[in-house]
């Protein structure tokens, strides 16, 4: 198969391209309805017909490759490269500040090979293509690991939070890290109880366009995130990222709080029954709420890396069979998380394998479906009886974060009484024992 064929074109467009000798990479005239565009072919991925071709403007544009289509080939392009510009020179009155890189979009350009986004630059490259972090901090620079953060289990979080404690043991003012969006609210909760006692801050950050594109929100949410890592006044877990779809704030939210809530758009974390520590806006650091730990450079962190990977996620459902829950305790879970619905319920048909879990001392907690709210088990008898059944309710603590610490939790501890106990204790600002009234914020406004 030629690399054209290979390139995602089918039918027509494979057609009108193979007639003008094109391959990928090649500059091309499209005419269209008597209008015509230049730029470089590139594949295409999903579902369409349309000739894909990158303009001198950045932006792509898709022609349908209808009867009065014509392509010519005007030139024999080379595929796009990228090759980092030279680190900026570092100014030693600021502050200093560790970029890390773990992978994903912020460090990802488009593979023009195959069309896909692939991990490609590392956290120097990162420095090198956002020069103005030179008016920010000086930045040094580490690669943890390059992968998606679909690939990111437990483990990479005990290795990660070495990393930082090991950073910060050195006397650096702040850790930025990189990491792909998809799971950054995981680790960002991870760290978060494996990072305790914190003396500077230490800030997730991500972007949901990869950083060649025009459209890239990477280097507004990296500056943000290196100006909040190097001066901002908490010493905290946090996760930067658009505060709305345009380039104007950059939102800090607290660690355990925070979760992706839109696949595409710039703004898509939000945080849950809580407030965002912080925001940068035109370079400047603004404190959202009192409520967090201040920064204090002669503090000593508390390394608590440790993480069980025998904790399942159960998600009750209408037709749920308890036979999954029979299934993780047959295979040796040492911790549940039942994401119940409502104030905290899941089918009277799964009592028995609940009631079997914990005989065998598996720890059963349980966290709502829910976006918004606390799980109250006293309300109603389906509450109530998980209650008898020794299912540990987590209150105000939403499923992902509530699974990172059921993990965290046996990770310090292989004693169930001990394990619920730890469960039930407000660590780093995930639980409260309030919750207030919150406005909406997960309604969008505005284009993507």
């Not at 479906?369 to 059944?389: A, E, H, K, P």
């Amino acid at each position: 198969m030629s690399e054209l064929e290979g390139s995602g074109y089918r039918g027509k467009a494979l057609q009108l391209l193979k007639q003008a000798n094109c391959n990928v990479g090649d500059i091309l005239k499209v005419t269209s309805k008597g209008k015509s565009y230049e730029g470089i072919l590139i594949p295409r991925f999903g579902e369409g017909t349309a000739i894909i071709i990158k303009m001198k403007s950045g932006y792509n544009i898709g022609i349908r490759p209808e009867d009065d289509v014509k392509v010519e080939k005007i030139g024999k392009g080379t595929k796009p490269t990228f090759a980092a510009p030279p680190l900026p020179k570092q100014n030693p009155a600021l502050p200093h500040v560790v970029i890390m890189s773990t992978g994903g979009t912020i460090a990802s350009r488009v593979d023009y090979r195959t069309g896909a986004v692939r991990s490609a630059l590392s956290a120097s490259d990162l420095y090198g293509v956002v020069p103005e972090l030179s008016d920010v901090a000086q930045v040094d620079t580490e690669i943890v690991f390059s992968l998606y953060s679909e690939n990111i289990t437990p483990k990479h979080w005990t290795e990660l939070a070495q990393t930082v404690a090991n950073r910060i043991g050195q006397g650096v003012d702040g850790i930025v890290i990189a990491h792909g969006t998809d799971t950054m609210a995981y680790t960002s909760a991870a760290l978060s109880f494996a990072l305790q006692n914190l003396p500077v801050p230490v800030i997730l950050v991500g972007a949901q366009r990869s950083s060649d594109r025009p459209s890239s929100d990477a280097a507004t949410n990296l500056i943000g995130a290196v100006k909040a890592a190097g001066e901002a006044p908490f010493a905290e877990v946090g996760l930067a990222m658009h505060e709305t779809v345009s380039d104007n704030t950059i939102i800090v939210h607290r660690g355990t709080k925070v979760r992706k809530c839109h696949t595409s758009r710039r703004d898509t974390f939000k945080t849950i029954n809580g407030s965002p520590i912080a925001k940068v806006k035109d370079l400047q650091v603004i404190l959202i709420t009192d409520n967090c730990q201040k920064r204090d450079p002669k503090r000593k962190l508390v390394l608590k890396p440790n993480f069980s990977d025998k904790v399942a996620l159960v998600k009750f459902h209408p037709g749920l069979d308890p036979a999954v829950i029979d299934f993780y305790v047959d295979r040796g879970m040492k911790g549940i998380l039942l994401e119940g619905s409502g104030l905290g319920h899941v089918s009277k048909y799964c009592f028995d394998a609940i009631k079997r879990a914990s005989a065998k001392g598996v720890v059963v907690a349980l966290a709502s479906q829910c976006i918004w709210g606390r799980v109250d088990m006293n309300v109603y008898d389906t509450g109530r009886d998980l209650l008898s059944f020794g299912v540990v309710p987590l209150e105000d603590i939403f499923p992902e974060t509530g699974l990172v610490k059921l993990m965290w939790v046996l990770g310090q501890t292989s004693d169930a009484k001990e394990a619920i106990a730890l469960l039930q204790t407000n660590i780093v600002g995930e639980l409260t024992s309030r919750t207030l009234p919150q406005e909406d914020k997960l309604h969008f406004e505005g284009s993507q």
